[in-house]
């Protein structure tokens, strides 16, 4: 057997059922116009493929179809509640590092004057300033316990 009839003969249970693409159906079609063993073939998988079309197609339960449609429909309400959900988590530590950042200046300002944003002494400060950066911190990271904890509500009662 040659290499270009092996590989026909490997065509031929997909070109009885129709799965072959332009090219490799038109060189199995010029092949069965000269080989008569590959002709003898596909009539017997053209019987099989026949036979296979005409049995019956299960069909799903309606309580079946239903029980996936309202899993799917949960998980796609899941996946865009966790989307959501690190959504906010992202803002939020977005605005609690804008604060953080801003806040020093601000907070020197506030206590010092303008000549005190440019003193890098910190003597007492910084011990005010992290009470305040952990008090933004803990603010934002109350907010998002709070958003989960909404969500999840949300989640049971729907």
């Keep these: ?14 070109f009885a059922a129709g799965a072959l693409d332009a090219a490799d159906e038109s060189r199995v079609v010029l092949h069965l116009a000269s080989c008569a063993e590959c002709s003898a073939e596909l009539e017997r998988w053209q019987q099989i493929s026949g036979g ?9 339960s309606a309580a079946l179809f ?11 309400m899941q996946h865009a509640a966790r989307k959501r959900m690190r959504a906010t988590f992202i803002l939020l530590i977005t605005f609690a590092w804008m604060v953080t950042l801003a806040g020093w200046p601000i907070f020197r300002f506030a206590t010092g004057g303008f000549l005190s ?11 005010l300033f992290v009470f305040f950066s952990a ?7 109350s907010a998002a316990v709070l958003l989960s904890l909404r969500r999840q509500q949300e989640r049971r009662f729907a």
């Design 52 to 60: 296979l079309r005409r049995l019956p197609t299960p069909q799903p």
């Design 117 to 127: 944003l440019l003193d890098i002494h910190f003597r007492q400060l910084w011990l």
């Design 135 to 141: 008090a933004t911190w803990l603010a934002g990271g």
């Design 1 to 14: 057997m040659s290499g270009e009839h092996a590989e026909i003969r490997e065509l031929l249970a997909l």
């Design 66 to 76: 239903e029980r996936a449609r309202v899993m799917a429909t949960e998980q796609l």
